[in-house]
């Protein structure tokens, strides 16, 4: 199935991005407006069958997106991403007044940072990123810890082109996997760039790769171009 990801929050209608403290607290009538109008366009224009995510970077604190998720509902949205920087008591205390799946995990860092949100039954789909979570063998237990609570799992791809097929890996073995995430990052010329070989989906599905290894590496200029800093104490 297809799923279109927006953050419905990012910019104003004239033109810049929102600053951090207009998304926090309890949000006006203009913006909430403004935010409606945004999602009921986009419905309007994919039709019925295809999923809205709703991507929030964290932006809002509790009481805002509750507010967004109350307007949201009735467009029958797939999930609603990061809606408050991670932390297991706020996450089911958002997660107790909404009816919208929640996904998070970006900034969640290993299982047990993890074990709580599925005690609590806080998340419906986790998004761990194998690059900041503990490399592939933590993030296979972190999916086999989820699968037993009925979790889903979205890794979070929005790295080089390196970390696209460690995602793709991982998701292509465990039986909890929901969907891919497909980053605007992944089509842009420096992005694919830092890697010999360029995996984009086709007909909305990936093949998994089947080279050696993770099936990609680094390309050589973008090694060329690379400093490391060491530190000697």
Known sequence: YYSIKIDFFLYYEENGFFGDNDRLGIIGRRYLN???????????????????????????????SIQIAKIAEKYDIFCFEEPTT????ITKYVGEKI????????????????????EDNSIQMIQ????????????????????????????HACGSPLSNVVALHL?????????????AVNLTPYNKAYCIYDYQPVNGKYKVP???????????????KATAKIIVK
Not at 34 to 63: F, W
Not at 135 to 152: L, P, S
Not at 171 to 183: G, Q, T, Y
């Open 128 to 155: 761990p990123d194998v690059g900041n979570c503990g490399g592939i063998t933590e993030a296979k237990k972190i999916c086999d810890m989820a699968y037993a609570y009925d979790v889903g799992v979205q890794c």
């Open 99 to 118: 009816n919208i799946p929640i996904a998070t995990g970006e900034r969640i860092y290993s299982r047990w940072q993890y074990a709580q949100y599925f």
């Open 86 to 89: 991670p932390y297991p008591k």
């Open 34 to 64: 403004m935010y409606e109008k945004r999602l009921a366009a986009v419905r309007d224009a994919i039709g019925p069958d295809v999923d809205i995510i709703i991507e929030n970077h964290s932006y809002t604190d509790a009481q805002s």
């Open 210 to 224: 089947e080279l050696p290894g993770l099936g990609n590496e680094f390309a050589p200029e973008a090694l060329a």
């Open 171 to 183: 998701e292509a073995v465990i039986p909890n996997f929901v969907i891919h995430e497909h980053h």
